[in-house]
């Protein structure tokens, strides 16, 4: 379609400056997708010569020369006459101050040969500028009323059309306008390869898009032979990368070739899908309360029904109930039931997200995760998958989603093509060895549970003569895992899951280096576990100086107890509130005195490997929770005291103890509180990395 459109495109390459050192390509303001980067650079140089675009190098000079260039090719089709600057110079600066008035006084004066003329250096007309602010709607509406259809084409040195910049920000109500009046610019490229549909999907503008999709199925344009093109592939591309994942499901299912007319389109779009982890479940990051949630949302429905209709679709239809016929009455009757309690729901759970915005932000997300499952489906669906077509085209997906962790991607394309286990990328590695490369849990478990033995495994080829546990043994940082120590435990727990696993020959076979496994682990980890020793020892020691300074203060109070004593024996020991102090005070000597002991003892520790699986976070674990209760037991015990002192002051003890314990109880509990919330990330980490699931 674009080269029917621009075929003086194809002589561009002949025309530009030729020199070995200075190549490029004709590009727009964005550049070009990029459609396969595993590609030859003989076969994109060839694609180029056809498409609106010639390769380019991205730096300053290039850029420079490539606008001298299109502004001499714009001056050549306009027969060599440059933009009347000084003419149009008070129109344009009206319209870049929005002085709108004074814009309709120039136009006045100007005429209506300034509604097409050019009147910037780079050959924008008014609706070009225009366009750019919504507030100027009204005279973009003036002008196309004004001026022909074919005057609405009319471009800039960039090839952009009025509609394709409205497109670019999002102007829907101009680009509705202009596209009902001149269907045909709906097909136009600029030289970044970009229609007004390329352009709105760009930047994620999905109303802007959906209107120009019902503009295109309710006038004389072929979509459907326009979107089964390469170019409906780009457009599905730039709706994933920007999150539309809905819309580019309802474009798939309205156009049955879209995307799935060539080999090549599919893996455009299952590539695209593949570098983008948060589209699906696997690369959410929820806590346990929000995972709940997600759970329990279905939206099933949603994802089945298209959003996209054009105005004239049949399923629009209004129905008439016939009240002769009660066959056709009770199933209205149904029906109207059940849309009845469906609006209920919505209404409900339209309750609940004004109550709880989090609820929503988790719906849409779980929504898009599903809408993004669905194209991967549609994707790996309606292919007889030989071993070649597979490789071309699921190969990279499935490589990529395995180093991602998109478990999604990677058992739907198992499911599709079971051999995909015998991809392996340029270093030799497979699904599963990129798996235990990087870490990736969840696809880990996922091909393990599809009944890989232990003999295949072992003789999986590696770069280098390692083999899988070699993998495991490398230090691979995690962004997701706060703490040297806690990252030093991951580590270790996925090295010993992994060695669980493997044949217990691959235990002792040795690389390229001489070095088995255990040796690979243990040189990889030195500086990790040297970080993890320096961020346990200050750990430690900084709640250590807690813990003494509460000993110090409850060791005192047991001494000093409150109230005169008669003979050592305590005033108050009939008070209740007496017998808190002791229980409290006693609680807070003991549990901070075992708490201290901890720390000594982490202090103390040799620091092996081993040392960080399940000792020293336990300790560390065990330490911060009798550290807490000890703050809390100190804070009842002083409570306690400072009541019973009131107690002692003479007056009516009801109003002391009214105006007393409620202020009392608030302070106290203030410290403790605080001291939770500021230990609570560290306390979920150690309890959550210590006492998580079995890898396998």
Same mark, same amino acid.
């Given at each position: 379609?674009?080269?029917?459109?621009?075929?003086?495109?194809?002589?561009?390459?002949?025309?530009?400056?030729?020199?070995?050192?200075?190549?490029?390509?004709?590009?727009?303001?964005?550049?070009?997708?990029?459609?396969?980067?595993?590609?030859?650079?003989?076969?994109?140089?060839?694609?180029?010569?056809?498409?609106?675009?010639?390769?380019?190098?991205?730096?300053?000079?290039?850029?420079?020369?490539?606008?001298?260039?299109?502004?001499?090719?714009?001056?050549?089709?306009?027969?060599?006459?440059?933009?009347?600057?000084?003419?149009?110079?008070?129109?344009?600066?009206?319209?870049?101050?929005?002085?709108?008035?004074?814009?309709?006084?120039?136009?006045?004066?100007?005429?209506?040969?300034?509604?097409?003329?050019?009147?910037?250096?780079?050959?924008?007309?008014?609706?070009?500028?225009?366009?750019?602010?919504?507030?100027?709607?009204?005279?973009?509406?003036?002008?196309?009323?004004?001026?022909?259809?074919?005057?609405?084409?009319?471009?800039?040195?960039?090839?952009?059309?009025?509609?394709?910049?409205?497109?670019?920000?999002?102007?829907?109500?101009?680009?509705?306008?202009?596209?009902?009046?001149?269907?045909?610019?709906?097909?136009?490229?600029?030289?970044?390869?970009?229609?007004?549909?390329?352009?709105?999907?760009?930047?994620?503008?999905?109303?802007?898009?959906?209107?120009?999709?019902?503009?295109?199925?309710?006038?004389?344009?072929?979509?459907?032979?326009?979107?089964?093109?390469?170019?409906?592939?780009?457009?599905?591309?730039?709706?994933?990368?920007?999150?539309?994942?809905?819309?580019?499901?309802?474009?798939?299912?309205?156009?049955?070739?879209?995307?799935?007319?060539?080999?090549?389109?599919?893996?455009?779009?299952?590539?695209?899908?593949?570098?983008?982890?948060?589209?699906?479940?696997?690369?959410?990051?929820?806590?346990?309360?929000?995972?709940?949630?997600?759970?329990?949302?279905?939206?099933?429905?949603?994802?089945?029904?298209?959003?996209?209709?054009?105005?004239?679709?049949?399923?629009? /239809?209004?129905?008439?109930?016939? *009240? #002769? !016929?009660?066959?056709?009455?009770? +199933?209205?009757? =149904?029906? $109207?039931?059940?849309?009845?309690?469906?609006?209920?729901?919505?209404?409900?759970?339209?309750?609940?997200?004004?109550?709880?915005?989090?609820?929503?932000?988790?719906?849409?997300?779980?929504?898009?995760?599903?809408?993004?499952?669905?194209?991967?489906?549609?994707?790996?669906?309606?292919?007889?998958?030989?071993?070649?077509?597979?490789?071309?085209?699921?190969?990279?997906?499935?490589?990529?989603?395995?180093?991602?962790?998109?478990?999604?991607?990677?058992?739907?394309?198992?499911?599709?093509?079971?051999?995909?286990?015998?991809?392996?990328?340029?270093?030799?590695?497979?699904?599963?060895?990129?798996?235990?490369?990087?870490?990736?849990?969840?696809?880990?478990?996922?091909?393990?549970?599809?009944?890989?033995?232990?003999?295949?495994?072992? /003789?999986?080829?590696?770069?280098? *003569? #390692? !083999?899988?546990?070699?993998?495991? +043994?490398?230090? =691979?940082? $995690?962004?997701?895992?706060?703490?040297?120590?806690?990252?030093?435990?991951?580590?270790?727990?996925?090295?010993?899951?992994?060695?669980?696993?493997?044949?217990?020959?691959?235990?002792?076979?040795?690389?390229?280096?001489?070095?088995?496994?255990?040796?690979?682990?243990?040189?990889?980890?030195?500086?990790?576990?040297?970080?993890?020793?320096?961020?346990?020892?200050?750990?430690?020691?900084?709640?250590?100086?807690?813990?003494?300074?509460?000993?110090?203060?409850?060791?005192?109070?047991?001494?000093?107890?409150?109230?005169?004593?008669?003979?050592?024996?305590?005033?108050?020991?009939?008070?209740?509130?007496?017998?808190?102090?002791?229980?409290?005070?006693?609680?807070?000597?003991?549990?901070?005195?075992?708490?201290?002991?901890?720390?000594?003892?982490?202090?103390?520790?040799?620091?092996?490997?081993?040392?960080?699986?399940?000792?020293?976070?336990?300790?560390?674990?065990?330490?911060?929770?009798?550290?807490?209760?000890?703050?809390?037991?100190?804070?009842?015990?002083?409570?306690?005291?400072?009541?019973?002192?009131?107690?002692?002051?003479?007056?009516?003890?009801?109003?002391?103890?009214?105006?007393?314990?409620?202020?009392?109880?608030?302070?106290?509990?203030?410290?403790?509180?605080?001291?939770?919330?500021?230990?609570?990330?560290?306390?979920?980490?150690?309890?959550?990395?210590?006492?998580?699931?079995?890898?396998?």
């Amino acid at each position: 379609m674009a080269d029917q459109e621009l075929p003086q495109n194809k002589s561009f390459t002949s025309e530009l400056p030729s020199n070995r050192e200075t190549t490029f390509r004709i590009v727009g303001r964005f550049g070009n997708v990029n459609r396969d980067d595993d590609e030859p650079d003989e076969t994109k140089a060839e694609e180029s010569s056809s498409s609106p675009g010639i390769y380019a190098d991205r730096n300053q000079n290039n850029a420079e020369v490539m606008i001298r260039y299109l502004l001499e090719r714009k001056k050549e089709e306009e027969g060599n006459l440059e933009p009347e600057l000084a003419q149009y110079e008070d129109l344009w600066k009206a319209i870049v101050r929005r002085e709108w008035n004074e814009v309709k006084k120039q136009l006045e004066k100007l005429g209506e040969h300034a509604l097409t003329s050019p009147i910037t250096a780079f050959y924008e007309t008014i609706l070009h500028i225009s366009v750019y602010s919504g507030k100027a709607l009204w005279l973009v509406k003036e002008i196309i009323e004004k001026i022909d259809a074919d005057s609405l084409g009319k471009t800039d040195y960039q090839h952009d059309t009025a509609l394709s910049i409205a497109a670019y920000v999002g102007n829907t109500k101009a680009a509705e306008m202009m596209a009902r009046k001149n269907p045909r610019l709906l097909e136009r490229f600029n030289y970044s390869g970009d229609s007004p549909f390329h352009a709105a999907a760009r930047f994620g503008h999905e109303e802007t898009i959906c209107c120009l999709l019902l503009v295109a199925q309710t006038s004389q344009m072929d979509d459907q032979k326009f979107f089964s093109s390469d170019d409906g592939a780009t457009i599905v591309q730039y709706l994933i990368s920007a999150n539309l994942y809905g819309l580019a499901l309802d474009m798939l299912k309205r156009y049955p070739k879209l995307g799935r007319d060539n080999l090549r389109q599919r893996k455009r779009i299952l590539k695209q899908l593949a570098e983008k982890p948060r589209g699906f479940e696997s690369g959410c990051k929820f806590g346990p309360w929000e995972r709940l949630i997600y759970k329990g949302i279905s939206v099933t429905k949603e994802v089945t029904i298209p959003s996209i209709l054009p105005e004239n679709d049949d399923s629009l /239809s209004i129905n008439i109930v016939d *009240k #002769e !016929n009660p066959t056709q009455d009770s +199933g209205e009757f =149904i029906k $109207s039931s059940i849309n009845f309690s469906e609006q209920c729901r919505q209404q409900a759970f339209a309750i609940i997200c004004l109550i709880f915005p989090k609820v929503e932000h988790i719906y849409k997300t779980k929504l898009m995760n599903e809408q993004a499952r669905q194209i991967v489906k549609t994707m790996c669906g309606g292919v007889v998958w030989t071993f070649d077509n597979a490789s071309y085209i699921l190969k990279m997906p499935v490589l990529k989603a395995a180093s991602l962790g998109i478990r999604e991607i990677v058992e739907d394309i198992l499911q599709t093509y079971t051999a995909s286990t015998m991809f392996y990328d340029d270093n030799n590695y497979n699904i599963f060895q990129l798996a235990v490369l990087h870490r990736r849990e969840k696809v880990f478990n996922l091909v393990y549970k599809m009944g890989l033995s232990q003999k295949w495994v072992a /003789s999986y080829p590696c770069k280098n *003569k #390692e !083999n899988i546990l070699h993998l495991a +043994g490398k230090c =691979i940082p $995690s962004r997701h895992i706060n703490g040297a120590a806690l990252q030093m435990q991951w580590e270790m727990q996925w090295f010993k899951a992994v060695e669980r696993f493997v044949h217990p020959l691959l235990l002792e076979e040795r690389n390229c280096e001489k070095k088995i496994p255990r040796e690979v682990f243990d040189d990889e980890h030195k500086e990790l576990v040297k970080e993890g020793e320096r961020w346990m020892r200050d750990t430690a020691s900084s709640c250590m100086v807690v813990d003494a300074l509460i000993i110090a203060m409850v060791f005192a109070a047991i001494i000093a107890v409150p109230g005169n004593n008669e003979k050592g024996i305590p005033n108050f020991r009939h008070e209740t509130l007496f017998k808190i102090f002791v229980i409290s005070d006693a609680a807070a000597l003991f549990s901070s005195s075992f708490s201290l002991l901890l720390f000594v003892r982490i202090l103390t520790s040799r620091y092996a490997e081993e040392d960080f699986l399940r000792a020293l976070p336990k300790r560390l674990l065990l330490g911060l929770m009798t550290l807490i209760f000890s703050i809390a037991t100190m804070l009842v015990a002083s409570s306690s005291a400072l009541i019973m002192l009131i107690d002692a002051v003479p007056g009516p003890k009801v109003m002391l103890r009214s105006a007393t314990i409620i202020p009392v109880t608030i302070m106290a509990a203030l410290p403790v509180v605080f001291f939770i919330w500021s230990q609570s990330h560290l306390l979920i980490d150690v309890l959550l990395s210590t006492y998580r699931p079995a890898i396998l």
